[in-house]
């Protein structure tokens, strides 16, 4: 059994706990989009991982771990991991494999992230900063490119950084009058990465259809949310990657139809980081209990996560675009406590009431959510591991999303511990 776990909001729904959950009757985890803009959380224990680059399998000693070709590897960042966890005596020694046609995250593009967002002010699209954008210009323009694969022929590689060092210094100091970055630094970086990372680095599609073949069974790790797809997303206030189920076959050579079961991921709200429009949005004390009681700061950034109510309309659409087959919907201890929960069922534009999320920003910010409202619970439900055992509103909330949705909820996440998690 293959399958595909997808985030349906904006992000941070809890795909690295649930992905932790699947992988421990997996033989392969595979990431395949996105870079360090994302932190999976998994927690084991007393033992909180933060995980940017690596897939969530990591954690489990057996599981294999595939960084397919459509994430954008910082280097550092990678090393950082893989470090850590042999630090917690989980090695990755005989178990990782990185893909040779991956794009690298480079210093300059994480300096080019962080410049062109200063100069754009309030304008700004709230990246996490990790290079992400500047890295995947450069994998669509080719010309300035590097790949895990560059790092092979080192020779070449420092005729080509020096090339890059150029051409970025010039828009560097003509843009933003900025210090010019070095060739021979970044080459020496290299060197180290080329030391540390060649060993793991393959032809990971070969990999994966060869373990297709072998009868393996291949979980596959979705990063950022579906409303953040470059595509299909709030665009302008998006990542720049297909981050909705839609990316994956491109992501790591597999096609879609080789997956049994595409698993949505929602949070019983919603939250968003950075800018962007969020219908929902409880800017107010209904938003800040959700931010304290969830926890809602980012994982890779640490920002305040901005909260509000679970969104049918955009979920439904997530749904749609990415031919969502169940969800997991986490976080529902999060809303304990509560006088009262809000879902979005559809929103006024222009006098209109519309069901069909308007992937825009500009049209999405004029949406007024109309919302139904039903009665939440007290008790704490963090220790129930069966859905009949659940206080009976909080087994109505679950109900009214799948029937919003349309789709059956199989995971719901009472806490952030692995057997804080019921299945139905
Ligand atoms: P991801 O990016 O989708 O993997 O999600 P993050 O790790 O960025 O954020 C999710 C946060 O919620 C993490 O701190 C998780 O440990 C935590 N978490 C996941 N599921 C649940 C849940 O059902 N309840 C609670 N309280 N926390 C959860
Ligand atoms: P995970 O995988 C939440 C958001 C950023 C910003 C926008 C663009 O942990 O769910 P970028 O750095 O990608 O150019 O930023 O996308 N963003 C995420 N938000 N979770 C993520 O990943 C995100 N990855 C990017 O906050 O709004
Ligand atoms: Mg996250």
Known sequence: MNCCVIGLQWGDEGKGKVVDILAEHSDIVVRYNGGANAGHTVVVGDSRFALHILPSGSVRPNTICVIANGVFIDPDVLIEGIETLAKKEITLDDRLLISENAHVVLDYHKKEDQLREESLGKNKLGTTIRGIGPCCADKVGRSYAVRMADLRDL????????????????????????????????????????????????????FLHKSIADGKSILFEGAQGSLLDLDHGTFPFVTSSNSS??????????????????????????????????????????????????????????????????DAVAVSYAITVGAIDCVALMHLDTLTGLKEIKLCKAYKIDGQEITFFPANAAKLSQACPIYETVPCWDEDITQVSDFHDLPASAQDFVCRVEEMTGKPVTIIGVGPERNQTIFR
């Open 245 to 310: 189920s839609l990316g994956m076959p491109a992501g790591c050579g597999v096609p879609a139809k080789m997956v049994d079961k595409f698993l949505g991921v929602a949070k019983a709200y919603t939250t968003r980081v950075g800018a962007g429009p969020f219908p929902t949005e409880q800017d107010n004390e209904i938003g800040q209990y959700i931010r304290d009681k969830g926890g809602e700061y980012g994982t890779t950034t640490g920002r305040p996560r901005r909260c509000g109510w679970f």
């Open 155 to 206: 020779e070449k590689l420092k005729t080509k950084l020096q090339t890059i060092a150029d051409y970025k210094n010039k828009i560097f100091a003509a843009l933003y009058n900025a210090e010019p970055i070095s060739a021979g630094r970044l080459f020496k970086k290299c060197k180290t990465y080329a030391d540390k990372l060649m060993p793991f680095t393959t032809d990971t599609t070969k």
